[in-house]
């Protein structure tokens, strides 16, 4: 799998894309998507970065998230 970018060497991101029925790699920093093979397929468009901050917009919208904060468990293991 296609982790880090051969250009920039940052980290990429699984992104299922139902219109070319795979799962496409981007990395964050290049803007450019992978197939599993390594391969570099295109840059992510305008459009597409709007609609994922809408989604991200709305999820924050929507989700209540809690302000407490967690604590970790103590001798479980």
Do not use: Y
């Not at 250009?7 to 990395?27: D, F, G, I, V, Y």
């Not at 397929?41 to 597409?48: C, F, I, N, P, V």
């Amino acid at each position: 799998m296609p982790l880090f970018c051969k250009q920039c060497n940052s980290r990429r991101l699984p992104e299922h894309h139902e219109a070319e029925k795979q799962t496409m790699w981007l990395c964050k920093k290049c803007k450019n998507f992978a197939d599993m093979d390594d391969v570099i397929l295109r840059e992510q468009t305008d459009k597409e970065r709007d609609e994922v901050r809408r989604k991200q917009e709305e999820f924050e919208k929507t989700t209540p998230l809690s302000n407490e904060k967690r604590v970790r468990r103590k001798g479980v293991n």
